[in-house]
């Protein structure tokens, strides 16, 4: 079989890979991605938060992603009923990016895949990963083409990057059951000709249904709003089966939004993901690391997936280099250490907005101030911030501060 031989391969040219790629390419790595799809194509995880922008930024991809003039996006709105709570990254305790944007991935992915390729780095394209065998001194990697022949690839590491394809998390037996509840969820585009004038065009809304029913509104600068629902699996059962149909039921069913996009046709038959939450038994091994989805996915409320994937992409490529170079880089201690610090972070808000007890912090009718930059702060992904009490202690204070609250009412 055709064997090509590369410094790095990097599988998957989603936001994980492409910061990888922008990082290595500065530093004039050997590089090839290799990705199933054809570009531009289809993805969710649309809003993003701000501590992504430093990733995009070290890997030298903000420039282009600022000209190309997607939404931006200056923080969060949570609405249950009567109740509102918002967040304005610019009010947030530390250091750190205020703003960031809400992209329609498909533009926005391709907007990085075609920058990195402008730079020299081979991308191939409907090119997929089928088998890997990392029994010798450097990984092989088989692929198969469009036209369905396969060759190899070796390379002396793999970043795995293949999100929720989950490439050797899958060939090397690596998947483990998430601790979190997993949810599901559905969700389409439409196209708002009338947008209301404020500022609901420069934050994504939150629409609280139930404790663990929520709904999406995500406005884009192409003039498209992205709505969708997360909710347990069995919760989307009790609708028609007809899934344009059964999206609307669901619209129906909330307080704020209901009615408001009655005329306007959805953009596409509504698509579900379910069961959202993925883990693995390690984050990285011999030649190899695993980013973003490929790595762990916690649950889309906190909308911290593409922040957590540019983080581990960036920091893989910057362990790969050193590897690279012939130094041992302590790949436990500076990736998997650190990637599941803010795992943790997350999970525990995750954890307690799905137990109601953040909730009950963000519709507090008087919040505390500090309370609430803190917690900003974590909003934004700045989860890595010891300074900040609702990072450090992040496993009791938000059932701490929510146990003060209820005894109130
Ligand atoms: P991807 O962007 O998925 O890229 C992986 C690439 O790998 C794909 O292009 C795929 O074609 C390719 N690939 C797969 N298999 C192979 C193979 N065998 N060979 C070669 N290539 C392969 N995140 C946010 O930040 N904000 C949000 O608002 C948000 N909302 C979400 C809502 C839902 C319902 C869900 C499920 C997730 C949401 N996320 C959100 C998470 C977000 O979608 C992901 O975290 C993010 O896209 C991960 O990026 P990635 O680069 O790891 O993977």
Redesign the pocket.
Known sequence: MKREFTDILI???????MVSAGYLQQHNVQLKV????QFP?F???????PRCMDNFAEAGLLEIIEKHGFQKKFGARFIKDDKVGEFDFSQKFGEGWDWTWQVPRADF?HVLAKEIQSRGVDIAFET??TAADFSNENPVVTIQHKDGKQSEIEAKFVID?????R?LPKLLDLEQASTLESHS?V?THIEETIRPQGKEGELITFEVLETQVWFWYIPFSNGKTSL?F?APTEWFDQFDKDPEVSFMQMISKLNYYKGRFDNYPLEFIPKN?KH?AKSVKCLYGDKFAL????AE?LD?VF???????TESGLRAAKLALKELNGEQPDWQADYADYMKEGIAVFSSYVRDWYNGDLQDIFFHKSPNPEFKRQICAVLAGYVWNMDNPFVKKHERIIGAVAKFIQLEN
């Open positions: 599988i998957g040219a989603g936001p994980s890979g290799v990705e199933k799809q194509r993805s969710i995880g649309e809003s993003l938060i992915d997929e990963v990057s293949s999100g929720f394809g490439v969820s969700f969708g997360v993901i959202i980013t973003g989805n490929s996915f889309p909308s911290s997936g593409v922040s957590f994937a």
